[in-house]
């Protein structure tokens, strides 16, 4: 699937959910309807189809422009050619990516391990700051063990690719991020089978219908990053007994976020430590800088560690971002003033969008999108905000239905009432 991201100043479009059938990724990761691409790709060299296959993009619009940054990530960067905008399209939810405290323990890992390992796990490439990381997120997610890899989007495919048999069957929520999509293309079960988005009446006649496959894997994101909504886990974790399937949960969006202590979806939901398997990344709420893990039993990583081919054939987790990652955990840990804050802030935008008119979802996460409707609105209004200094991106078809075009707020801790304020007036000026 491909996200559309129809933010000023110019479009810009990145690979993120997919609407609807997400096994259906390579037309929509382009933005191309698939006969045009077909087309192209069966007539021409490669060189002459991918300056057609550009050209198409530029031509509908779809073509991505990445924005540069001066600087740190924080609750305003400073975007090259444009100068200092308040930030509203970052995961930075709790602020850490530029906390003194996090900025200092990567400082610490360089000049304790330097660069990195310059290897995989199993040769020569496992730090102690590796396992000092992957205690401390398996005791945050309430697991018994946990394996870092480069990225989430890494640790989904090494999971899904790695667990699953042949005579098994996925069951994958039909708006689950493209890393587990791509990792469930990745295994070999018997089946893989969507279920209608957040569908649990569709999911349970599927598992019915398959139970005598050898294992049965039910995979949903936590929090899902266009409409900000929030996986049932409690249900899910229910009809998962039920029909002696297990659950896997992708928060990349909800740790940190959700739950009072942040410990994400599990914890919001009440069912900590009746989630099987929790997958999650670093480079969002937890610090910002890259990473990604599996957390679950000891035996599940233990067989990760054996046999799945990201750790086996790739370099681990950079030590900078191990120990940063560490003490973003740490500070979690410490207290909840930064998830008190993040909540006060989606508070106090959500109530104030909604005073002004705009039409949010209800949403206990800091996603909150703002339904415009059409997509040409939907860019002149992200342009317009762009001009009043507020940076908040537009999407439109096909991230999102034709006619259901939204600008996603995202929203952090490091928010000032003084931001808030201004992007208030901001969003109140273009109404
Ligand atoms: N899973 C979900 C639900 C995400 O939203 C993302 C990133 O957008 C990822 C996985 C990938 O995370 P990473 O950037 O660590 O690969």
Sequence with gaps: MCLKIIGAPAALFISLNVLGSRFVFADDLIGLDS???RNLMNTTSFEARTRALLNEQRQSGTYKHLQYIVGPMGPTVNLEGRGDVICLCSNNYLGLANHPEVVAAAHAGLDQYAAGTASVRFICGTFTCHREIEETIATFAGTEAALTYVSCWCANEALIGTIVGPNDVIFSDALNHASIIDGCRLARPRERMVYAHGDHADLEAKLKANMDADARWVITDGVFSMEGAVADLAGLVEMCKRYDARLIVDDS?????LGRTGRGTPEHCDVLGRVDIITGTLGKALGGAAGGYVAGSQDLIDLLVQRSRPSLFSNALPPTVACSAKQAITLLQRDTVLMDRLRANVARIRTGLIALGYECQDSPSAIIPIMIGDEAEAIRKSEQLLDLGVWV??????????GKARLRVQVSAALT??????????????K
């Design 35 to 37: 006969d045009i691409k």
């Design 253 to 257: 969006h909800g740790v940190g976020v």
């Design 393 to 402: 991106v537009a999407f439109g078809y096909p991230v999102v239905p034709k």
């Design 417 to 430: 009432d003084k931001h808030i304020d201004q992007v208030l007036t901001a969003f109140g000026e273009i």
